[in-house]
Structures are given as C-alpha cells and as structure tokens.
C-alpha cells in the first residue's frame, strides 16, 4: 500500500502546492456578519444565541488590532448585558479597548464598562450556565494501576484471534463501579458548537472565546488554551482545517488530520526520531495498561498507534477516499518549512508523513466515538442525547462491541470519559461497550448491517445471537423533573438506591433496561453536562 500511495502521491504534490493556502481572514466579510448578528440581537428577534455565534465569527475572521475585530467584542459585551453577564461584559470591552486602537469606540466602552461594573455589584451569580453546581468529582471505583492512574488494576488486557485486543476483569464488577477515566488523544467539535465552545478543551465559553490569528475556525476559552493547541497541534492543522471542513465536511477526517498533527508535535518536528517510533511499535507485542502513564512522554501517540482498523479491498471507496485524503493531507503538511527544511522531497521520513496520514485516518474511521451531552428539547420538554464533538480515546478504544453492552462510556464536563459498569461482569469477564448501535434502539438486521459496514465484522453478541427485542424509549416525568430543577442530592439519593436494587435484588437476571436509562440519567446530571 505504502508504495502505491507514495507514488500517486508525489503525482499530486504539483497540484496541491498550487492552491491557495491562506484561510482567509477577510474583514469585509466580519462585517457582514457583526451585521447580521445584530439582526438577532434587536430588541423584537431576542435570539442572543444566534447573534453570539455571529459576532463570534465576526471575530474570527477580522483581522488582529483591526476595528472590524473591536467592533465584534464591543457587540458580543452588549448581549453579555442583556443576559446579566456582567463579568463577561467587561471582558469583552477589554478585549475591544486591545483592538481599538484609533479610540473610535472609547467612549461607549467606557460607559458600558462603568454600568456593567455597577451592575455587578448588585447581583452575585454571573456564572455560565451548566457549570454551577455540580456534584463531587467522579473516582475510580477501585485503586488504580500505579503507572496508570486512570485505569482500575482489576483490568488487563488480552488477546485472541475473535476479538484482537481486548479488556477483561479479574474481579467480579457491579453496576455503577467505574473502571476507566480516559483522556482524548485527539478530538474535534461537531460544526454548529464551532463558534459556542473552546477548540482545545471544548468547554461552552460563548461569551469569552478568543481567535486563532492564523485561521478563521479556531477560537478558545484563553491564552492558555490557545497556547497549548498552538504547540500541541495547531500549528500543522491550521492552515488546511478550514479548506477540510469545507470540502469534505467530515470530522473524521479531521480527527485524524489533528492525531497526525498532534503526532508530528509530540515529537518537535523529529520525523526521524517519530518514525524510529512507529517503526518499534509495528515489531512488538504492546500493552498500554503497562505503559508509564505517569513519566512516559509520547505515551498517548503510541497507544493510538496500535489501534485496529478495517481492512478493506484498494477499490472499495471508502479505502479509495481514505488514500486519496491522506494524499491531501500530505502534500498540505509538507509544504510546511519548519517540518521539512531539514528533508528533501526524495527522502524517506518526507514521503512517509503521507503514510502516516493514511494510517490514522483508518484508524480514527473505527475508533472515533462520538462525545454526548443532554438535553431538554423544547416544547415537547424531553431530554435526549446531541453528539457535539468527535474523540479517540487510547484505552476506551481496546473495548469491544455488544449490543447489549455490559459497560457505557460517559463523556465528563473536563472532556475525560468515563467507562461505567451497567450490567454485572463476572471475574474472568471481558467488557464491552456499544459501537452506536443498541439492540433496544434498532433491530437485529440494521445492526449487522452497520457494523459490517462500519468496523468490518459481523456482530454475534447476546442480543444478535437471542434476538433480544427492541424497547420503547424511556420517559419518567419524575426523573426529568430532577434533571430540570437540577436536584443533585436526590438524583444522588435516587442513584444509590437505584444501584442496590440493581446489585442486590436482581439477582442473576439482567438489569432492565428502565433501571437502566433512570442510572444514567441520575449520572449525567451528576458528572455529565445537562442542558435546559
Ligand atoms: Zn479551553
Ligand atoms: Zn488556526
Ligand atoms: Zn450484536
């Protein structure tokens, strides 16, 4: 494969290194859409959520110190105020007073910034929603690997020609023990929470997010959020996540274009020294859950290295597309200097960057899960899951799939995931999480469809093999009364009685699938993020 594809290749390197590379920042184009935000924003349309994503675009692509810029941060503190954000408002006019620097709007900030203070004073919470209130951090429910904090040392890995790698328990788990804590390698936002929430660690900061001054796509919750994107990865993405977006549309490929970048910024630039890397990982035998979590640099990247993915025939068109976008990504990456002053284009760690593209975008197709948060949807008022970022997780990617899973990931309000017990797994028991597609949602023959489709096997779990029928979803008023009014000492109460019926009273049986969605629920308004 390696070699087709260098050769096609160097083909299109003439063709891709002609097209214009600069996501432009156009401040025609910011003006025009502070314009349009302002439309949202009257006083009769009072969709304040729809003018901050505007301003926030309009921010994104004015220029750095331009008025466009100042313009957009002077509008964004106005909504802060209708929405008795006061902090928000003067950070806002503080970041305009940066921009402004003819002083043509010096005076309207200088009031606005005098009434916000005023304001202020005479309220006391001022916090974003969904970020107050929240219950005690979440805990493994065991000791950890010593050189792995993040997984509980009853796990271990095993291997065998059915499953490939996978995770087993050495001890007998209940419902509600939680095994794995997981951080993402690599994870990218849906496009409409884009201009809503930080690129880097995508919490909600609508009011307070500030530009990449490189591209029109990134903007984050700080400095330091933006410095850390920058030298993780930034730096190789920005010039092409705004053409990927456009054309293709797909986060996955864009997931995988951030693993390669944030690869190639692990290793500063060290082609040689990353290839050494990948080169040791393809010859041994490799355990993540013995890796040195704690010290070990460049851990991440060798746990994701040695993910599966799909085989397919080189005519099949997903195989097709995946080498003609690995082609593309890397004829964007080497064009740039800093990554490839010190090769020439006849070299081998030059041409084998495109490899590399090749290899993770297979490997982000079939280990990118979907991040969820909860929310009510009005007027109906029932609460239901928004996929609203895509993200590979190193361990949480060992699990195997069932329809009737015996473990469910759930994504934390710091981007962690934790992996949560929901059926008994006897000692000895391997986990097995849900690929999206759940026997009380969809019937046996879409399932298999799917998953054949999508990860290449044929699913013969306990639901497939038994033709476990499908459920009506569930609805409790009482449980989404809690969700509403945010109740954490009941949904805690409701939690901990809910997993002692489950744990003590079932038995050897199955736990149903309403105890179930009522556990989850109580676990989302707890650790998750709920929305109202
Ligand atoms: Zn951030
Ligand atoms: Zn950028
Ligand atoms: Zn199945």
Known sequence: MADNFLRAGQQRLTHCAERTLVDGKDNQKAAELCVEGNAMHYDNVKRYMDAVKLYNRSIAYSTNGSQQRAQAYWERSKVCVKLNRYADCLQNIRLARATDVPGLLRRKLDQS??????????????????????????????????????????????????????????????????????????????????????????????????????????????????????????????????????????????????????????????????????HLLSQTEVNPLLFDWVDGQNIAFSAVHILASVARAPNDPVEARAAQLAREMHCHLVRKTELTANYDPGSVPYQWVGEMCYHFLKVMQCNARPAQLTRRDEPVGRYRAVPFALRCYPLISLLNHSCAPNVKCFDLRDSRCA??????????????????????????????????????????????????????????????????????????????????????????????????????????????????
């Open 113 to 278: 910034a005098q009434c916000a203070r005023r304001m202020m004073l005479s309220v006391t919470d001022d916090a974003t929603p969904g970020s107050s209130r929240h219950g005690a951090p979440i805990k493994l429910s065991f000791p950890a690997y010593e050189n792995a904090p993040h997984v509980a040392n009853c796990l271990v890995m095993r291997r065998n020609p059915r499953y490939g790698r996978y995770l087993e328990t050495n001890r007998a788990l209940k419902v509600g023990d939680v095994v794995i804590i997981d951080d993402p390698y690599a994870s990218v936002l849906e496009p409409e929470f884009c201009y809503a929430r930080c690129d880097h660690c995508q919490r909600p900061a609508p009011f307070t997010l500030i530009p990449c001054e490189h591209c029109t796509k990134a903007m984050y919750c700080s400095k330091n959020c933006l410095k850390r994107a920058r030298t993780q990865y930034h730096e190789f993405e920005c010039a092409l996540v705004h053409h990927l977006a456009e054309t293709t549309g797909d986060p996955f490929v864009l997931l995988a274009w951030r693993a390669v970048a944030r690869a190639i910024g692990t290793y500063r630039y060290n082609l040689r020294i990353l290839k050494q890397r990948r």
């Open 419 to 532: 992996v949560v017990v929901v059926q008994p797994i006897p000692a000895g028991g391997q986990l097995f999480t849900n690929y999206g597609y759940d026997y009380l949602q969809t019937g046996r023959a879409e399932r298999r469809e799917g998953l054949q489709r999508d990860y290449g096997f044929t699913c013969n779990c306990s639901a497939c093999e038994n033709n476990y029928p499908t459920a009506e979803p569930f609805h409790s008023k009482r449980v989404d009364t809690i969700l509403r009014t945010r109740d954490l000492s009941t949904a805690a109460r409701y939690m901990a009685k809910l997993l002692a019926e489950m744990n003590e009273g079932v038995g050897d049986g199955r736990v149903t699938h309403q105890q179930l969605a009522e556990l989850e629920r109580y676990f989302q308004l707890l650790y998750c993020e709920v929305l109202n």
